[in-house]
């Protein structure tokens, strides 16, 4: 019953250093994505991954790469954080047998000094 | 291009107040259209969904109807507690969008609730 689970859940960085956020889901869903979530803006589309395989861009991508591990797992790599990047990161999946409505991970809040 | 509109907040209300939370959408074809609830530290929850014109979502006394005519997607309570207290994003779904990917959704910007005792 975990649905979607990402990992860390807290992160702070320095400026230039790498990591990556790790998301995995039990649901068996095709599609999973990744959202950062900024005061003032809602929620903005990083990368998505329609199926096992592929991966594409979102509003926001410049900074970060995807990959799809697996039909369960969606990680984010920042390779070279900055302070913009400071923000909270959602991951998600969803299918069309759930009427792609979305489940949500509860999130990875990174802050880059 | 596709986007949602919600009512900026905050909105502040005393328990067992009515709420109406706005949302209208623009859309090329027939999305379907859902509201998604944050609760304090706390990933989106999805709270109702409807698919097509006419029909209408609920749970937990929140309902919402789709309005093809006036696309519109608008967020109702009768009486709200203090555990209502959230954020509520407005999203619609089910369209060709960034590159082509019909499960992708578009949120609105989200409308934070507090509920006073």
């Known amino acids: 019953n975990a649905g979607v689970t990402q990992t860390p859940k807290f992160q702070v960085l320095k400026t230039g250093q790498s990591m990556t956020l790790q998301c995995a889901q039990d649901m068996n869903h095709n599609s999973m994505y990744w959202y950062r979530q900024d005061p003032g803006m809602g929620l903005r589309l990083i990368y998505y991954?329609?199926?096992?395989?592929?991966?594409d861009k979102g509003e926001v991508p410049n900074g970060y790469n995807v990959s799809r591990l697996n039909k369960r797992e969606f990680s984010l790599r920042l390779e070279s954080a900055a302070p913009s990047q400071t923000s909270v990161y959602f991951c998600?999946?969803?299918?069309?047998?759930?009427?792609?409505?979305?489940?949500f991970g509860s999130g990875t809040r990174l802050t880059v000094v | 291009g596709d986007s949602v509109t919600q009512m900026e907040g905050p909105v502040t209300l005393s328990e067992e107040a009515f709420l109406t939370i706005n949302c209208t959408y623009t859309a090329t074809g027939y999305p379907s259209l859902f509201w998604y609830v944050q609760y304090p530290g706390e990933g989106l929850q999805l709270l109702l969904k409807a698919t097509k014109a006419d029909d209408k979502g609920s749970n937990k006394g929140f309902e919402a109807t789709y309005r093809k005519e006036t696309t519109s997607f608008h967020l109702e309570k009768g009486s709200v507690q203090v555990s209502d207290s959230a954020v509520y994003f407005c999203?619609?779904?089910?369209?060709?969008?960034?590159?082509?990917?019909?499960?992708?959704?578009?949120f609105g910007k989200g409308t934070k609730l507090s509920v006073k005792p």
């Open positions: 999203a619609l779904g089910g369209l060709m969008n960034y590159g082509g990917s019909q499960g992708n959704l578009i």
């Open positions: 998600a999946s969803s299918d069309v047998r759930a009427g792609y409505g979305y489940t």
């Open positions: 991954s329609a199926s096992e395989g592929t991966t």
